[in-house]
Structures are given as structure tokens and as C-alpha cells.
């Protein structure tokens, strides 16, 4: 008896490791299959190289000037393309609206930055000769912003903000907003 139950658990260890190899042939498979179709996909729509001037960091530098206090530059700040004109109801976690506003150009993430935050990305766990270094950012300052967007208004003002919010370039305005009690 003792016999027959130790061919039993063998066979049963034995289709249980098998089941986890084929499970992770799957997983590789998968990862496989998924790159050859993003690198399909990247040939045949490959990334625009003829974007000659980028709204993003036009709002950066802008950003850059204006919190540090050099709002004269940042309003002198030519933009080289014709800003398109975007809209913004901000909400609060409850539902309610905190206001809207028409956006001169687009909004923007407060963790974009002009350059990046360390000379590597990636190295390999085993590496010892590289030291990554952290670099600051353009006003001399480390470390992360808020998670939330920012944009100017057409009227000249800049606003940030960390909530939800609902951004179209249809003109919308929010007359009745449904406010969350409770969840």
C-alpha cells in the first residue's frame, strides 16, 4: 500500500510540475507573440519624425518660467504652431463642479519634464560599474511633482490640479453636476 501511494503522489507531483511548465511556455509564448506584433504594428505605423514643434514642452518651458517667478518671460514665450483652444470642467471627488475654463493650447502633466531625471534607466542587477546619477530638474530642484495636470487659460492665468476632470476641445459647461454622498 505504501508502495502504490508513493507511485501516486510521484505521478500526481509529476503532472502538477508539468502543468507549470507548460503555464510558463505560455507566459513566454505570450510575451514573445505580444513583441512581434508591437513591432509589427511599429513598422507598419511607425512613430511621426516630421513633428517639428511640440506643444508639450512649449507648456513646460512656459511652467518653468512662471512658477519661478519670470512671468514676463513666460508671457514673451512665442509659440510656433497656432495653439489649438481646449475645455476643462474640474470636479471635485464627490462629483462636484470646482470650476471650467477654456485652455489656451493643451493640458499637460505635472510629471512631464523637460529633461530626464537620471542619466540610466535600466542596468543590470550585476553591474557595479555604472553609478546612476539623479539629475535636477531645470530649476535646480529633485525629487517628484504631484500627480495632476496644469494649463494656461486664454485670459493669461495658470492653474494646476490633482483631481478628476473632463477636458474636450467641444465647448461644455456643467449646469446640474451630480454630487456623491457616501460611496
Not at 518671460?73 to 471650467?100: H, M, Q, R, W
Not at 485652455?103 to 534607466?121: A, C, F, I, Q
Amino acid at each position: 500500500m505504501k508502495k502504490i501511494t508513493t507511485v501516486i503522489v510521484s505521478v500526481i507531483m509529476s503532472v502538477s510540475i508539468l502543468g507549470c511548465e507548460s503555464s510558463a511556455y505560455n507566459t513566454s509564448s505570450d510575451i514573445y507573440n505580444t513583441q512581434a506584433v508591437a513591432s509589427n504594428l511599429a513598422a507598419v505605423q511607425p512613430t511621426p519624425t516630421d513633428i517639428n514643434y511640440s506643444l508639450e514642452r512649449y507648456n513646460l518651458i512656459k511652467r518653468a518660467y512662471w512658477v519661478n517667478g519670470q512671468r514676463d518671460k513666460a508671457n514673451a514665450l512665442i509659440c510656433e504652431v497656432e495653439k489649438p483652444l481646449g475645455y476643462i470642467v474640474l470636479f471635485t471627488d464627490a462629483g462636484g463642479v470646482v470650476g471650467s475654463f477654456t485652455v489656451d493650447g493643451k493640458v499637460s502633466s505635472l510629471n512631464s519634464y523637460l529633461t530626464p531625471d537620471s542619466e540610466y534607466y535600466e542596468y543590470s542587477a550585476g553591474e557595479t560599474s555604472r553609478k546612476n546619477e539623479w539629475l535636477s530638474d531645470v530649476d535646480g530642484s529633485y525629487g517628484e511633482n504631484d500627480s495632476g495636470i496644469f494649463f494656461f487659460t486664454v485670459d493669461g492665468n495658470y492653474i494646476e490640479y490633482t483631481g478628476t476632470y473632463l477636458y474636450s476641445d467641444i465647448p461644455m459647461h456643467v449646469d446640474e453636476p451630480v454630487i456623491k454622498i457616501g460611496d
